[in-house]
């Protein structure tokens, strides 16, 4: 059956991706009056995203946290969301375009695991504390996301010209992002895990991954607000981080283990 | 002495902290990405007989249980505790209230300072800054020498010990998992519907637990919504209770949590049968019914039954097979003595009994997790989000009957929002100038 939330979200694609087209365009051939169709694209896809929730939360009867498509269409939500809010107006076009790729990539991602709304929900899936872990996790992770972005644009800039100046904002969202995925993926998590099976900590996939994750992050706030670090170095470890983020967000579909179903 | 001091160099190290993280995730992402306790010959299938062997001797199918796994996390965990001891001073040090700057030079020195001259006498410009200051939530002291009045304040200053309070966390979470490890009791307990078990509560009372009921819920359209397992505890300072067991919702008593596990359904041992019922005439009268197992009598059975429920409970007469379907024929003992005898009834099919899996978990250790968590979150929202500000005025009467206002701020970090702050709070002052 064809439900609203596909339609809503495939609209929603295409409208994040003639964005990135419009941006590169602009970048390619310098075009400075471009700036506003693309921010229009992106405002409608934000829109049309809002939509495409609303509509699955209804299909579904409940907040549209409970699976990976689920999980991804929020996650890459939030990532434009926050972009269009607080960082388009700092970010330089070039990581506009990387963030924009990337959402939309995600996005395409998502849809190989979409899930028909009307669909069974896990019984141990219904408590409040998935909205608390699964929506403070993604809200990290979408922080991660966008230093992710401007890691990735910061390097090309320091192999073309020897000089990365995105690092302060790499900063500032990974250390808006860790407390979020410490309180969520981490705490929460661990609270929910004693409340459905009996144990804070089991070791099962997904959640050793987070750790992971959260180590990474830690090490970066460490080299940086300790030991000084500038430059390459952090950006790697800010892009190794999320590269792990999403290994660990798909990667439970093939590692199997608790987190199996999300 | 040096040598402890050596010691305490090494365990407090930034570099070295970084190295064992870093080695603790590397093991870690080894950890979830390959299987962990599967039996030896998978690895060897798996990963092939070269490298399989090679896992299995670094261990690398338990990591999570490997001894060396368990000194990395205990070494980070002092590591923490050692660096949360050394950065206390610190973090107490910077926490005080600011010294007074009482030459002008110095705050010039700051990264944020501006100058004015209010139109109004030294006494209400003070009265002013304090104002605006507190507005803001910070806290501030002034003190007046001579014709110079020296205000100084400052926010937040217990983000300092955000980082203390986030390395503390970690101890806290080490000696609840200890707690857990050493002391905990985890035990499956596999019971039939109508069967029960006992447990022991913390102060060793006894606790027995009859499993009553057992149902899968479904919604509207057939979809599944939840587990349910009903009991009934009893124990000596309990009385009796009842509960529900639920995915997310355990038996919790005197320190014992009681999680429903699984189910399974044994079909070979039915708990009864869905029938449906006729009258003597042939008429649907009923179409489901459930008869418990019970109630079931088989044929041979009969008249020992009939002599023992008579009047009470409604008992089967006779059973028989046709082809597919069962069908028996049913007469309770209050109808037995009116005409309209006997009714049939047909079997729709029988229910297998249920056998639930309940988890019995006790976890001593678990007020330090909580601590921990909760120290946790705090530590690093407070070192992360918060910043410590602190802005120094000097205030001078000049020869017109004004004031001159000299002032300058610093903040350990987010120094975009605060130098929007210090913009803020001049062009207030501004306006009486």
Same mark, same amino acid.
């Given at each position: 059956?064809?439900? @609203?939330d596909? /339609? ?6 295409a ?5 990135? #087209? #419009? ?16 921010? #229009? ?12 929730? =609303? ?15 689920e ?13 269009f809010?607080?960082f ?31 669909? =069974? ?11 608390v872990?699964v929506s ?6 979408t922080?991660?996301?966008?230093? $992710?972005? /401007?890691?990735?644009?910061?390097? =090309? ?29 981490? #705490? ?11 144990s804070?900590?089991?070791?099962? @996939? ?9 180590? =990474? ?11 000084? $670090?500038?430059?390459r ?11 792990? /983020? ?17 | 002495?040096a ?60 990591v999570? +249980?490997?001894?060396?796994?368990? &000194? ?20 107490? *040090? ?20 501006a ?19 507190? +507005? ?66 913390? *102060? ?18 057939? +979809? ?18 009842w509960y ?84 028996? &024929? ?104």
């Amino acid at each position: 059956m064809n439900y @609203p939330d596909i /339609t809503l979200t495939i609209v929603a694609v295409a409208l994040y991706f003639l964005g990135l #087209v #419009v941006i590169a365009a602009e970048i390619t051939f310098k075009r400075e009056n471009l700036e506003k169709i693309w921010q #229009v694209s992106v405002g409608c896809g934000i829109g049309f995203q809002t939509a495409a929730l =609303v509509a699955r939360g209804i299909l579904a009867q409940q907040v549209p946290l409970t699976d990976l498509f689920e999980y991804t269409l929020v996650f890459t939500w939030a990532l434009a969301l926050i972009f269009f809010l607080l960082f388009r107006k700092h970010f330089p076009k070039q990581a506009s375009l990387v963030l924009l790729i990337t959402i939309t990539l995600l996005m395409g991602i998502s849809f190989l695991y979409y899930t028909d709304p009307k669909g =069974v929900t896990m019984p141990a899936l219904r408590s409040f504390w998935l909205y608390v872990h699964v929506s403070l996790a993604a809200l990290g992770e979408t922080f991660f996301a966008i230093a $992710f972005v /401007t890691s990735i644009v910061d390097l =090309v800039r320091w192999a073309k010209a020897k000089d990365g100046n995105l690092g302060e904002l790499t900063y500032r969202a990974i250390s808006m992002g860790f407390p979020l995925f410490t309180a969520g993926a981490l #705490v929460a998590g661990a609270i929910w895990a004693k409340k459905a099976w009996g144990s804070y900590w089991s070791w099962d @996939p997904k959640e050793v991954l987070s750790l992971v994750v959260w180590l =990474v992050y830690a090490a970066y706030l460490h080299a940086r607000l300790v030991k000084g $670090f500038k430059g390459r170095a952090l950006a790697i470890i800010s892009i190794v981080g999320f590269l792990l /983020t999403l290994f660990t967000i798909f990667g439970s579909l093939i590692l199997g283990g608790l987190h199996s179903y999300s | 002495m040096a040598f402890l001091r050596k010691i305490f160099g090494v365990v407090t190290s930034t570099k070295i902290g970084l190295i064992v993280m870093i080695v603790i995730a590397g093991l870690s992402l080894i950890g979830g990405v390959i299987p962990q306790n599967a039996p030896r010959d998978f690895y060897l299938q798996q990963y092939g007989p070269g490298f399989g062997k090679l896992l299995l001797t670094l261990e690398l199918d338990h990591v999570f +249980r490997t001894n060396y796994y368990s &000194i990395l996390l205990i070494a980070f965990s002092l590591m923490v505790f050692a660096c949360a001891l050394k950065r206390l001073p610190v973090a107490i *040090r910077l926490a005080r209230r600011p010294e007074p700057l009482t030459e002008i030079e110095q705050l010039r020195k700051q990264p944020f300072k501006a100058s004015l001259i209010l139109d109004v006498d030294p006494e209400e410009a003070r009265l002013h800054i304090v104002d605006v200051l507190k +507005r803001r939530f910070y806290k501030v002291a002034t003190k007046a020498v001579d014709s110079r009045t020296y205000v100084q304040a400052s926010k937040n200053a217990f983000s300092r010990y955000g980082s203390f309070i986030l390395h503390l966390s970690f101890v806290l979470l080490l000696i609840g998992g200890l707690a857990i490890a050493r002391f905990g009791r985890e035990r499956i307990h596999e019971v039939r519907v109508g069967n029960s078990f006992d447990f022991v509560a913390a *102060r060793g009372e006894t606790i027995n637990v009859d499993v009553e009921d057992f149902r899968v819920e479904t919604d509207n359209e057939g +979809r599944l919504r939840d587990y349910i397992c009903e009991v009934e505890a009893a124990g000596k300072d309990l009385g009796r209770a009842w509960y529900r067991i639920r995915p997310n919702h355990p038996l919790g008593y005197g320190g014992v949590d009681i999680y429903l596990e699984s189910y399974e359904e044994d079909a070979e041992n039915p708990s009864g049968f869905l029938v449906s019922v006729y009258d003597s005439s042939g008429e649907l009268i009923v179409p489901h019914v459930f008869v418990p197992r019970d109630d079931y009598v088989r044929v041979d059975e009969i008249d020992a039954t009939l002599k023992a429920d008579v009047g009470v409970v409604p008992t089967i007469r006779e059973i028989s097979d046709a082809g597919v379907t069962t069908h028996f &024929i049913y007469q309770s003992a209050e109808e037995a003595s009116s005409d309209s005898l006997p009714i049939r009834f047909v079997l729709i099919h029988a229910i297998p009994s249920v056998i639930v899996s309940l988890k019995e978990v006790r976890q001593p250790g678990q007020v330090f997790i909580i601590a921990g968590f909760t120290l946790l979150t705090f530590g690093t929202i407070v070192s992360l989000y918060l910043s410590h500000r602190k802005i120094w005025f000097i205030v001078e009467p000049t020869s017109e009957g004004r004031s001159q206002v000299h002032f300058g701020g610093r903040s350990n970090r987010h120094t975009r929002a605060f130098e929007a702050e210090f913009e803020r709070v001049k062009a207030t002052l501004d306006e009486l100038s």
